[in-house]
């Protein structure tokens, strides 16, 4: 899965979305099938690494797909009542499945058939327009557009996408757009791009770990192993409805940080709880694991509103590398309690109030339009720069303004403004 996350978002950025989200779906479709008739372990283990490459390649381009095809409300509803808590549904189903189906071979069938239920949807989602037209495809954008127009009963439409400045082409259909091909190396091209990217390395590493060794740990709780799985998935239904109305209400930053502190806070005091009160322990752990879970849904859309269009798939796989980093990291959290049963919740406590407070140093997005270069990535808080987006760097020239995009009746619109209004339908 970390491979997955590192490749996928180059080529999302490079191909498309669209083109990697049915892709890495495929590969993980057709090989679960042959994972069923593995006829060695050494084989069952190879069919594992590439089934997580897809994995995790499908979902995050999906979620990146899904950000940049809606408008600003309906973004965060998909990214948590759609992406999240399907994603809950799904941890639901598994340990029902895995109680009535003992069978390894037939509960891998059983998990894999409803994945064949996703072809006819390559029919049906398009592309998103803003790589398209990040890339210099303003025709097939339009084309898109004026569709969701059509459904959304907009008749009379007109020309969407329209140069309004010659010397602002290097935003749509310029030669230095399509010429220069994004790499890993834009995140850290501008000082603004790079503290986002340093700081969202560490808080979607930091979260990942606490989420695991929690969940991981699920388990080793008393009871019925089957019932406490459950659990800890209703417990993540809760999470994702909370995360809905936090987005709704609060900023990014204030939302991500109070809930990564809630957490670090109940790390550092289950350890004092005695064995004797293992239901408050049960509790506070649902509970740890509730604010971590609420904290995941947050910085995913986060994170996509803080990279700009032409590189937010490099920039949300990155993260989500982060994220396995920290998920191939958190059992040997878990084994510290060998030596000391308080280690591990005293040094992970340690580090979740300290990504929560480096969440606050973030720049907040709420309400704001998504970025379409490098230049137009906000700066972090604790940095004393200019708040002039577009010139971050030394010697850069001047980047295009956010105004590129006029309607048929020659009003300037931003790109983002423009396209959320005409698909927040969709």
């Not at 290097?170 to 091909?181: A, G, I, V």
């Not at 010139?391 to 300037?412: I, L, R, T, Y």
């Amino acid at each position: 899965m970390t491979s997955g996350a590192f490749i996928s978002g180059h080529i999302s950025d490079r191909c498309g979305r669209k083109i990697v989200v049915f892709g890495a779906m495929l590969i993980q479709t057709a090989l679960g099938f042959i994972q069923v008739i593995s006829w060695s372990w050494e084989v069952f283990c190879i069919l594992c690494f590439f089934i997580g490459f897809g994995d995790i390649s499908n979902y995050v381009a999906a979620f990146v797909l899904g950000t940049e095809l809606l408008g600003k409300a309906e973004r965060i509803a998909y990214s948590t009542l759609g992406v999240c808590m399907f994603y809950a549904v799904g941890y639901i189903i598994l340990p029902l499945f895995a109680y009535y189906i003992r069978a390894w071979r037939m509960l891998l069938l059983a998990l894999t058939l409803p994945e064949v239920l996703y072809i006819p949807f390559w029919w049906l989602i398009p592309e998103s327009p803003r790589w398209l037209i990040a890339q210099g495809h303003v025709k097939e954008a339009e084309k898109i557009v004026q569709g969701f127009a059509e459904k959304n009963g907009i008749t009379h439409v007109g020309v969407i996408f329209e140069i309004s400045n010659s010397r602002d082409d290097t935003l749509l259909n310029s030669s230095d757009n399509q010429k220069h091909p994004y790499s890993f190396l834009d995140l850290v091209k501008t000082s603004n791009i790079r503290n986002v990217t340093i700081l969202c390395f560490f808080v979607w590493m930091i979260t990942s770990i606490g989420y695991f060794v929690l969940t991981l740990g699920t388990p080793n709780m008393y009871g019925d192993l089957y019932l406490n799985c459950l659990i800890s998935a209703i417990s993540e239904i809760v999470a994702y409805t909370i995360a809905w109305w936090m987005m709704h209400n609060s900023p990014r930053r204030i939302a991500t940080s109070s809930m990564l502190l809630l957490g670090g806070l109940i790390l550092l005091v289950i350890q004092f709880i005695p064995p004797t009160l293992h239901i408050l322990a049960t509790v506070l752990v649902m509970i740890g694991k509730t604010g971590i879970t609420i904290t995941f849904a947050i910085i995913y859309v986060f994170s996509a509103e803080l990279y700009p269009t032409v590189v937010r798939n490099m920039g949300i796989g990155v993260c989500s590398m982060a994220s396995r980093i920290g998920s191939i990291v958190s059992p040997y959290f878990v084994f510290l309690g060998v030596y000391d049963r308080k280690l591990p919740f005293l040094l992970m406590g340690t580090l979740i109030l300290l990504a929560g407070s480096f969440c606050l140093l973030l720049p907040e997005t709420r309400g704001q339009d998504l970025p379409e270069t490098v230049y137009h990535v906000h700066p972090v808080k604790c940095l004393c720069t200019s708040t002039v987006t577009s010139h971050s760097g030394p010697n850069v020239p001047n980047a295009p303004p956010m105004q590129d995009v006029q309607v048929a009746n020659n009003g300037a619109f931003s790109l983002p403004t423009q396209m959320d209004q005409t698909m927040s339908v969709c």
